[in-house]
T-cell receptor, first 109, second 114 residues
Framework: GQNIDQPTEMTATEGAIVQINCTYQ??????LFWYQQHAGEAPTFLSY????GLEEKGRFSSFLSRSKGYSYLLLKELQMKDSASYLC??????????FGAGTTVTVRA | IAGITQAPTSQILAAGRRMTLRCTQD?????MYWYRQDLGLGLRLIHY???????GKGEVPDGYSVSRANTDDFPLTLASAVPSQTSVYFC?????????????FGPGTRLTVL
């Protein structure tokens, strides 16, 4: 199984940078995903890492270190619309995802 | 239909009643999943299906059953609902034959069992 930890809440100012950390313990790692979920809506895919290193996609970047069981999601140039929950998920070799409880990010003006 | 749909959007159900949550996708994805999402616990996998005709148990399968008669549909049944099954239920699908293999989520069903 998977054991996934991420902070419960983070607050940041519009235009700033926020880093959401995720640590995991897994019995069979096959990729790490980050999803964004606005209140009352479905999760939507943000990023995917399967090899060590940084994946950049616009204002969002995700980093993975498999040896440390660690990932982070970096949100740059924060906008009010980035206020949401961010879910870290680890995929196993059967292609099933296990999710962390999510980090609620609040962006203040 | 475009993507993945769920029905109903929300439902209030008396304890002991039988309920089927519907999920349909038109992306021809091989794999489909049912999750429940509860405050503070995140998304937990109930059941999954890697391909039509096969199903498997996830982290919290008790009290739920699924079937996968064809590629598009993956209904979730609560045989006799209990209050602890009050939750938001999300269906998801993915194409297990592509590299990134992200899961696409339906809009969710908010279920309240009284």
């Amino acid at each position: 199984g998977q054991n996934i930890d991420q902070p419960t809440e983070m607050t940041a100012t519009e235009g700033a940078i926020v880093q959401i950390n995720c640590t995991y313990q897994t019995s069979g790692f096959n990729g790490l995903f980050w999803y964004q979920q606005h209140a009352g809506e479905a999760p939507t895919f943000l990023s995917y890492n399967v090899l060590d290193g940084l994946e950049e996609k616009g204002r969002f970047s995700s980093f993975l270190s498999r040896s440390k069981g660690y990932s982070y999601l970096l949100l740059k140039e924060l906008q009010m619309k980035d206020s949401a929950s961010y879910l870290c998920a680890v995929r196993d070799r059967d292609y099933k995802l296990s999710f962390g409880a999510g980090t609620t990010v609040t962006v203040r003006a | 239909i475009a993507g993945i749909t769920q029905a109903p959007t929300s439902q209030i159900l008396a304890a002991g009643r039988r309920m089927t949550l519907r999920c349909t996708q038109d992306m021809r994805h091989n794999a489909m999943y049912w999750y429940r999402q509860d405050l503070g616990l995140g998304l937990r996998l109930i059941h999954y299906s890697n391909t039509a005709g096969t199903t498997g148990k996830g982290e919290v399968p008790d009290g739920y059953s699924v079937s996968r008669a064809n590629t598009d549909d993956f209904p979730l049944t609560l045989a006799s609902a209990v209050p602890s099954q009050t939750s938001v239920y999300f269906c998801a699908s993915s194409d297990s034959e592509t590299g990134g293999n992200e899961q696409f989520f339906g809009p969710g069903t908010r279920l309240t069992v009284l």
